[in-house]
């Protein structure tokens, strides 16, 4: 069974850069999917943050891009998240989940997600 | 971007009773729809994907309709552990866009 958790800190200070780790076990990273952040702000709907595979590909949704890199280490098997020029706006329970595929070897960046890790709620707050 | 609208945003319901939940998109996104459950304190459950498919282990009082813009996630008869936030996703384009969830509640 794949179990997805993330860590990191819970507050974080304006302008400053947000690091969050997702560990996966029951599923090794290097034999495939794209591994996604989602995150929700207060009153907002779910937000795809970005996906990475195993191989180190991206993917980002355009609005976060100029700030956000997800990066992999298949020796951890984690995948993490950073996000640069914090904002109160940024404010939200960040999540990490598999992006599913419903064809063996064809792997998208972006799809529905299955399963989730539970996720973290980061204040951005000094 | 395409937007999905969720209604209603909360839904009163008893357990036993049917749930029609609705999810309307901006633009066409085909059968590209997922729902996702939210249980409180736990991370979101895929229930659907493909607009209809159940994923695994979804019981099958769950069942999800609908093609192009309007579509609808349907529970039989309600259990306790059904009262939740229930979110769709389409998927068709990138970035994926969630509706706002709706909240079942119990009356």
């Known amino acids: 069974q794949v179990h997805l958790q993330a860590s990191g800190p819970g507050l974080v200070k304006p302008s400053e850069t947000l690091s969050l780790t997702c560990t996966v076990s029951?599923?090794?990273?290097?034999?495939?999917?794209?591994w996604a952040w989602i995150r929700q702000s207060p009153g907002k709907a779910l937000e795809w943050i970005g996906s990475v595979y195993y191989s180190g590909t991206t993917s980002y949704n355009p609005s976060l891009k100029s700030r956000v890199t997800i990066s992999v280490d298949t020796s951890k098997n984690q995948f993490s998240l950073r996000l640069t020029s914090l904002t109160a706006a940024d404010t939200a329970i960040y999540s990490c989940?598999?992006?599913?595929?419903?064809?063996?070897?064809?792997?998208?960046?972006?799809?529905?997600?299955?399963?989730w890790g539970q996720g973290i709620l980061v204040t951005v707050s000094s | 971007e395409i937007v999905l609208t969720q209604s209603p945003g909360t839904l009163s319901l008893s357990p036993g009773e049917a749930a029609t939940l609705s999810c309307r998109a901006s633009?066409?996104?085909?059968?590209?729809l997922a729902w996702y459950q939210q249980r409180p304190g736990q991370a979101p459950r895929l229930l659907i994907f493909?607009?209809?498919r159940r994923a695994t282990g979804v019981p099958d009082r769950f069942s999800g309709s609908g093609s192009g813009t309007d579509f609808s996630l349907t529970i039989s008869r309600l259990e306790p552990e059904d009262f939740a936030i229930y979110y769709c996703?389409?998927?068709?384009?990138?970035?994926?866009?969630f509706g706002q969830g709706t909240k079942m509640e119990i009356k």
């Open positions: 029951g599923y090794f990273i290097s034999r495939g999917h794209y």
């Open positions: 493909g607009a209809s």
């Open positions: 996703q389409q998927y068709v384009t990138s970035p994926g866009t």
């Open positions: 633009q066409h996104v085909a059968s590209d």
């Open positions: 989940a598999r992006v599913a595929s419903l064809t063996p070897s064809y792997y998208p960046a972006d799809n529905f997600f299955d399963p």
